[in-house]
């Protein structure tokens, strides 16, 4: 790799490879394997690794160094008890101002992602739908609903990485239209319904009971009672 590459192509790349499971979760994110792979100083390994650590998709801990982030069941939960807040106030805020502009860009956008859905390209697609949550806290013009909505996506994105088949890891058909059409009409309430709709769709195809157990249960791999089943009747 002898091309230049900026600290958002260094993001990117390892930005995907966690979200395309090329990097699981809890792998070390070792900074001076990193510089090396990627050419670049450890400076800027550690840049970009802290922008991933705000995002919340990579953990640093400290003295240990950084790694992949594995959600647990109360993040799933907590993701979206913010999600939904935010993003029904985007999508009333957009049905209430109804900027031209904006849903010109918003309907370019979902013709992009009908192309990646046609052409079956899943990585695209889902890159695309988490994008398009991401586009609709843009048009509102306010910085920190698109800030804040980026982290969340991106978390949801590792979330998804992990918990969902590949053929769920993008937003269900025609729900991304349904809602761009309410805000397009200014139905306010309509918008703001499909919008919550949405995202319990996109959340009820996680299953993190199904992942690998992020906590070691020793009792249970060693066949050792717990003092929760000595109190049952032994078989
Ligand atoms: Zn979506």
């Known amino acids: 790799m002898n091309t230049k590459l900026t600290n958002q192509d260094i993001y990117d790349r390892i930005y995907a490879?966690?979200?395309e499971r090329?990097?699981?979760p809890g792998t070390k994110l070792?900074?001076?394997?990193?510089a090396m792979a990627f050419h670049a100083s450890r400076t800027r390994m550690r840049e970009v690794l802290l922008r991933l650590s705000q995002e919340l998709i990579v953990e640093i801990h400290p003295n240990r160094g950084a790694f992949v982030a594995t959600p647990k069941q109360e993040d799933v939960s907590q993701v979206f008890a913010v999600r939904r807040?935010?993003?029904r106030a985007i999508?009333?805020?957009?049905?209430e101002?109804?900027?031209g502009s904006a849903i010109a860009a918003l309907r370019k956008h979902l013709e992009l992602e009908a192309a990646a859905r046609s052409a079956n390209d899943h990585v695209m697609l889902a890159r695309l739908t988490g994008e398009f949550h991401v586009l609709l806290a843009e048009t509102t013009g306010n910085r920190l609903y698109t800030e804040n909505l980026r982290r969340l996506v991106a978390l949801t994105g590792l979330i998804i990485a992990q918990y969902s088949d590949d053929?769920?890891?993008a937003c269900p058909e025609d729900e991304h239209s349904h809602i761009v059409q309410a805000i397009e009409a200014g139905e306010t309430a309509k918008a703001e319904h499909l919008m919550l709709e949405h995202l319990a769709?996109?959340?009820s195809g996680i299953h993190p009971a199904a992942a690998v157990a992020d906590e070691v249960d020793f009792t249970q791999i060693f066949g050792l009672q717990s003092d929760s089943a000595s109190r049952r009747d032994n078989a």
């Open 17 to 19: 490879a966690i979200s």
């Open 22 to 24: 090329r990097l699981l």
């Open 30 to 34: 070792s900074e001076e394997k990193l």
């Open 85 to 87: 807040a935010l993003e």
């Open 91 to 95: 999508a009333a805020e957009l049905s």
């Open 97 to 99: 101002s109804r900027p």
């Open 167 to 169: 053929s769920n890891s």
């Open 201 to 203: 769709h996109v959340q």
